[in-house]
């Protein structure tokens, strides 16, 4: 398995499984079109995030957009995981903590000393955040009127 940043063609694989993407990480509550996908993840590039994939061969397996952000009560600078996806085929197989252990890598080096993301509650792949050492920071409640 390679981690690497994208080619263009790749670039529009993970444009075009972006709006599957968002559905499985918001649990199927945010079914975007892929005009939507394109408007959330657009900005983010522009700002500099990126995505890493990892493939096999001409296989994409999956990838992670990271980039930054900045903590609205402290004004504190940080690494964020923006998105991971591993397409359905692969997972199981290990790809999701190789994604994120490289991602943290790379946000390191770019000068980050902390790395935050955003999950659904429910969402299995909180175990894995866990195990790699994410903590829980800040709780958003809902409830249904």
């Known amino acids: 398995m390679e981690i690497r940043k994208p080619n263009d063609s790749e670039y ?7 709006p599957q ?8 509550e945010a ?20 995505y890493l994939i990892a493939t096999e061969g001409d296989h994409l397996m ?5 980039g930054t952000r900045k903590d609205p009560f402290t004004e504190k600078i940080y ?3 923006y998105e991971l ?7 199981g197989k290990g790809i999701a ?4 252990k490289t991602g943290i890598e790379h946000l390191k080096q770019d000068g980050y000393s902390e790395v935050r993301l955003s999950v659904y509650a429910g969402n299995p792949a ?9 903590k829980h920071k800040t709780i958003t409640m809902s409830m249904n009127m």
């Not at 529009?12 to 972006?18: D, E, G, N, V």
């Not at 079109?33 to 983010?44: G, H, R, T, W, Y």
């Not at 996806?85 to 997972?91: P, S």
Request: no cysteine.
């Open 62 to 66: 999956g990838w992670i957009l990271i």
């Open 79 to 81: 690494g964020f995981i």
């Open 12 to 18: 529009k694989k993970i444009l075009s499984l972006a």
């Open 97 to 100: 903590k190789q994604l994120i």
């Open 21 to 28: 993407a968002l559905l499985d990480g918001t649990l199927g």
């Open 31 to 50: 079914k975007p079109s892929d005009e939507k996908a394109k408007q959330l993840i657009e900005p983010l590039l522009q700002k500099g995030s990126y």
């Open 85 to 91: 996806f591993v397409l359905e085929e692969f997972r």
């Open 126 to 134: 909180i175990k894995l955040y866990e195990t790699l050492g994410f």
